[in-house]
C-alpha cells in the first residue's frame, strides 16, 4: 500500500478507528487552507508537520485595513488564528512552519521555496504531503501546488520515496465557480473519496474554520459538509489546468495563467527539473 492510499485510508476512516498515518505535512498556500481542505480531519494528523507558504497578508494592505491593521499587523495576527485553529486540533505551534512569503507573492519565488520545502521534506523524513491541486483558483494555490511537486522531485532524485494526496478548494468550471470539487483526471479520479461529514465532524470543521476569524466573509460560501481526497496526478504546469478563463484572472490578484506557466518554466529550468515534472 502507497503511503498516499494509507494516509487516505486514514482520513476516510471513522471516528475512533485510528489508522496508522505516515509521516505527513500539510503544505497550505495560506493560513485557514488547512481548515477550509481538511477541519475534519486534523485531529487525525497531530503528528504531522505542517507548512504554510505564505503569510496571509497582501502588501498592497487592502486586507489588512479591512481590519485596522497594518500588513505587517495582519501577518502576526493571521499566524495566531493558524496556531489556534490547530491547538484545538492537538497541534503544537513547534509543528508549523511558516515559509514567509508575502501573499499573492508565491508565484514570484517558487524557486527558493521549492529549495526550502525540499530541505523540511528530509529534514522531517516525510512519506506523504497534502496539499492543494493546480486548478486555477488562486495563484498562491497554484504556486504550492507547483512547489510541493517541484520539491518531491527533487527529493525522490536523490532517493527519497514521498507521495502527494489533494484537498480540495475552489476554482473556475465552465459555468462559474466550484468550491469542494475536484477537476476531473482520469489517472486518479477512480481512487478519490468523498466523505460525508457527520454532524459532530461538520461541527468540528466549522470549529477550526471560525478560529480564522478574519476569513469569515470570505468562507462564508465554502462547504463544510464533506472532504475529498485523493491522490496527486501528474500536472503539467507549463499548460493552463483547464481550457476556460482561471478563477483567479476575474481577481485584481496581479497574476495571469500566461504569467505564471511563464514563471513555472523559469524554475523548472533554475531548479534543473525540466522534463522530470
Not at 485531529?43 to 497582501?58: K, N, S, W
Request: proline content about 8%; overall charge negative; some cysteine.
Amino acid at each position: 500500500m502507497t503511503a498516499a492510499a494509507t494516509l487516505i485510508a486514514a482520513l476516510a476512516a471513522p471516528d475512533g478507528a485510528a489508522l496508522p498515518v505516515p509521516r505527513t505535512m500539510l503544505v497550505g498556500a495560506h493560513p485557514d487552507d488547512e481548515a477550509v481542505g481538511a477541519g475534519a480531519r486534523l485531529e487525525r494528523l497531530q503528528d504531522a508537520v505542517f507548512v504554510c507558504v505564505t503569510d496571509g497578508a497582501p502588501r498592497d494592505g487592502k486586507d489588512a485595513a479591512q481590519h485596522g491593521l497594518s500588513p505587517q499587523e495582519y501577518a502576526k495576527t493571521r499566524r495566531r488564528e493558524l496556531e489556534t485553529a490547530l491547538a484545538r486540533c492537538g497541534v503544537a505551534a513547534a509543528q508549523v512552519t511558516g515559509l514567509d512569503c508575502p501573499d499573492q507573492q508565491a508565484a514570484l519565488t517558487m524557486v527558493p521555496l521549492t529549495r526550502r520545502l525540499a530541505e523540511l521534506l528530509v529534514q522531517h523524513r516525510i512519506e506523504v504531503v497534502l496539499t492543494h491541486p493546480y486548478e486555477g483558483g488562486h495563484p498562491d494555490h497554484d504556486a504550492t501546488a507547483f512547489i510541493v511537486h517541484a520539491a518531491v522531485a527533487m527529493v525522490r532524485g536523490s532517493g527519497q520515496a514521498v507521495d502527494i494526496v489533494e484537498w480540495t478548494s475552489y476554482h473556475r468550471g465552465p459555468d462559474g465557480a466550484l468550491t469542494g470539487a475536484f477537476l476531473p483526471h482520469p489517472e486518479v479520479d477512480a481512487q478519490a473519496v468523498t466523505l460525508p461529514l457527520t454532524p459532530e465532524e461538520r461541527q468540528r470543521k466549522e470549529a477550526v474554520i471560525a478560529c480564522h476569524f478574519t476569513q469569515r466573509f470570505t468562507q462564508k460560501n465554502l462547504p463544510t459538509d464533506t472532504e475529498h481526497f485523493r491522490p496527486a496526478p501528474r500536472y503539467d504546469f507549463l499548460q493552463p489546468p483547464h481550457d476556460w478563463k482561471l478563477h483567479y484572472e476575474n481577481h485584481p490578484w496581479g497574476m495571469s495563467g500566461e504569467r505564471f506557466r511563464e514563471l513555472a518554466a523559469q524554475a523548472l529550468e533554475e531548479l534543473q527539473l525540466k522534463g522530470l515534472l
